[in-house]
């Protein structure tokens, strides 16, 4: 009842003032029900927070952040002003805002129609994707100019995640197909060994752009294992 009926988080290096944290954050998020209760709650009745107006938002937080934003129905939490004035301007300044969406506004409600959670990674933001998935030893996914992520839930036992890559031109393209056709035999090997079994298909949509899909099965038994091996 008390869990979100869905989340995005946008990641972008554009001109946006970057909180402490390093690279500038927003997520969205719908909470299920009393949203109204909450907004309040945080508006008005939370001491010694630094509460500003801007375009008719109010935004709520700390110095050191992070910062709440009430748009409609949904939540918007930042790591500074300058990131949550930044989105809120790509809401206030889409164009025809409340006919057409922006781009952005676009492929995330495109995501969350689909998707538990979903995340725009765009500019700077591709360097958090591409570093995690050099941990795993792929490599390649730098040269992306935006990834698009969704992740569904689909039991308490097995999970959908989906990334769109988009590059600038084939050859990246193809450099990071080959990288991750190469690596993905040994990751569903190390998934295996702690009980998930992964599938995965690659497909290309287009000329610059790829999907890679994989389901993940066992997620509760080896989440079960994991903690009974830890007594």
Do not use: K
Not at 140 to 148: F, N, T
């Amino acid at each position: 009842m008390w869990m979100p009926r869905s989340v995005a988080l946008f990641i972008d290096r554009g001109d946006v003032e970057p909180s402490s944290r390093g690279t500038p954050w927003v997520a969205a998020i719908n909470p299920p029900m009393l949203s109204r209760m909450f907004r309040l709650i945080v508006e008005h009745a939370a001491p010694g927070q630094d509460r500003r107006q801007y375009r008719g938002y109010t935004i709520t937080g700390a110095g050191d952040g992070p910062y709440l934003c009430f748009a409609g129905g949904t939540v918007l939490v930042s790591g500074s002003v300058g990131e949550m004035t930044a989105i809120l301007d790509r809401i206030e300044d889409r164009p025809n805002a409340g006919t057409n969406r922006s781009e952005l506004t676009t492929s995330v409600a495109m995501l969350l129609e689909r998707f538990d959670v979903g995340g725009v990674f765009d500019s700077g933001g591709v360097g958090i994707v591409a570093g995690a998935l050099r941990t795993a030893g792929i490599g390649g996914l730098d040269a992306a100019e935006r990834v698009d992520v969704g992740l569904d839930v689909v039991d308490a036992d097995s999970a959908l995640l989906e990334a769109t890559a988009t590059f600038s031109d084939r050859t990246s393209l193809e450099r990071f197909g080959s990288a991750w056709r190469g690596s993905w035999p040994g990751i569903a090997r190390r998934l295996f060994e702690y009980g998930i079994e992964a599938t995965c298909r690659f497909e290309e949509r287009t000329q610059d752009s790829a999907r890679i899909t994989v389901e993940l099965r066992g997620l509760g038994s080896a989440a079960v294992a994991g903690l009974a091996a830890l007594e």
